[in-house]
């Protein structure tokens, strides 16, 4: 942690701040440790102040790194920071994505003019991008365990299952495996629902004959896990054999294009030029993969937006998909860990077309 904030002392004086506000909480988790709901933190060459409320005092002694002056305040942060920061004009930095224009507002009241406001966006989620050792044997772990609870699922059959109750039977089997939670609201999806990108588990009863889309993902010690398998319910139709075919050797190419270095628009490109080449392109509309950490969606992004390239350390996601409104969806995507050779795949379920009863 404290190594964290040496490196975040660097990364302010190209943004032109003396200091750091850190609000956004999984900064906060990330910088410091802490876990709660309600805290601050200063981080400057002279100055490494963690502040929060009466609630949280035992919670940070647990917590927060030792490298951080600790304060106990009142709850309205904001009204304390003032008192928190050194003698002398300074430019605060405040993080844009994460300070209300509200608050904004009222912090610029309570600071004298000696201490001038300045918008940083994303310099700690840039380094959140690259991941220690650490992080990855976390998520390497809740990769592990989700996998053991989607093939526990699986083992008990999903036809005449609702969608909803699988999707709550994957959430149980992650916990029993230890997980803390989900990391978001697994997607059980069949037949043509599975065209939905993001659908939701309903109560309706999947059926033989059927497509299963399941995107499912762990938390452990605050670390996310993603992946999605596409099942067949029985023996799967010609068109929907097709569609995974193409999907798989999307995915596969996706895979093969993941190194250090590459071009996050190219990498995306070399799975949606499959796509594009079996006369499906229009219908894979969201981009190959993001990253995963702390968050379920971070940078970087594999998609023909996102300008930037890879680095050691990044773990992203690699997930076409083709969906057709009213007939059948197809998604897979494993999470990987880039490396200068290419991509070490986290997430260990077979992509074979996998039949379950």
Same mark, same amino acid.
């Given at each position: 942690m404290s190594d964290r904030a040496e490196r975040?002392? /660097?990364?302010? &004086?190209?943004a032109g701040v003396d200091v750091l506000l850190v609000t956004g909480l999984v900064n906060l988790r990330y910088l410091t440790g802490y876990t709660g709901s309600n805290g601050i933190a200063? +981080?400057?060459?002279? +100055?490494?102040?963690?502040?929060?409320?009466?609630?949280?005092?035992? #919670?940070? *002694?647990?917590?927060?790194?030792?490298?951080?002056?600790?304060a106990e305040v009142a709850r309205d942060l904001l009204g304390e920071v003032h008192g928190l920061l050194p003698d002398g004009p300074l430019r605060l930095g405040f993080e844009a994505r994460h300070l209300t224009v509200? *608050?904004?507002?009222?912090?610029?009241?309570?600071?004298?003019?000696?201490?001038?406001? +300045?918008?940083?966006?994303?310099?700690?989620?840039?380094?959140? #991008?690259?991941?220690?050792?650490?992080?990855v044997a976390r998520i390497r772990e809740a990769c592990r365990l989700a996998d053991a609870a989607l093939e526990e699922t699986l083992a008990d059959g999903l036809a005449g299952r609702s969608e909803r109750e699988v999707a709550l039977a994957l959430e149980v089997a992650m916990r029993?495996?230890?997980?803390?939670?989900p990391s978001?609201?697994?997607? &059980?999806? /069949?037949? *043509?629902?599975?065209?939905?990108?993001?659908?939701?588990?309903?109560?309706?009863q999947i059926r033989r004959g059927e497509l299963v889309v399941i995107d499912w993902g762990a938390l452990l010690d605050g670390y996310c896990s993603d992946?999605?398998?596409?099942?067949?319910? @029985?023996?799967?139709?010609?068109? /929907?054999?097709? &569609?995974?075919?193409?999907?798989?050797?999307? #995915?596969l190419a996706g895979l093969a294009a993941v190194r250090a270095g590459a071009d996050c628009r190219e990498v995306d490109g070399a799975a949606r030029r499959i796509i594009g080449g079996g006369g499906y392109g229009e219908r894979f509309g969201h981009g190959l993969g993001h990253g995963v950490g702390l968050e379920v969606h971070e940078d970087p992004r594999l998609s023909q937006t996102y300008d930037g390239r890879l680095e050691a350390g990044n773990v992203?996601?690699?997930?076409? @998909?083709?969906?057709?409104? @009213?007939? &059948?969806?197809?998604?897979?995507?494993d999470l990987v860990v880039v490396s200068d050779t290419g991509a070490d795949i986290l997430t260990r379920v077979s992509k074979e077309l996998t039949v379950v009863d």
């Open positions: 975040l002392v /660097a990364r302010l &004086v190209q200063l +981080v400057g060459r002279e +100055v490494r102040r963690f502040a929060t409320d009466f609630r949280y005092v035992e #919670q940070v *002694a647990e917590e927060v790194d030792p490298s951080f002056e600790r509200a *608050a904004h507002a009222r912090l610029r009241e309570l600071l004298p003019e000696r201490i001038e406001l +300045v918008a940083v966006d994303g310099v700690v989620e840039t380094m959140r #991008q690259v991941k220690e050792p650490g992080e029993r495996h230890g997980a803390e939670r978001f609201e697994p997607i &059980v999806a /069949a037949g *043509a629902h599975g065209a939905l990108p993001h659908a939701r588990p309903r109560d309706t992946c999605t398998r596409t099942v067949a319910v @029985g023996a799967a139709d010609e068109e /929907a054999e097709k &569609v995974y075919r193409l999907v798989l050797e999307a #995915q992203v996601s690699v997930e076409p @998909g083709v969906y057709l409104p @009213g007939r &059948v969806g197809v998604r897979i995507e």
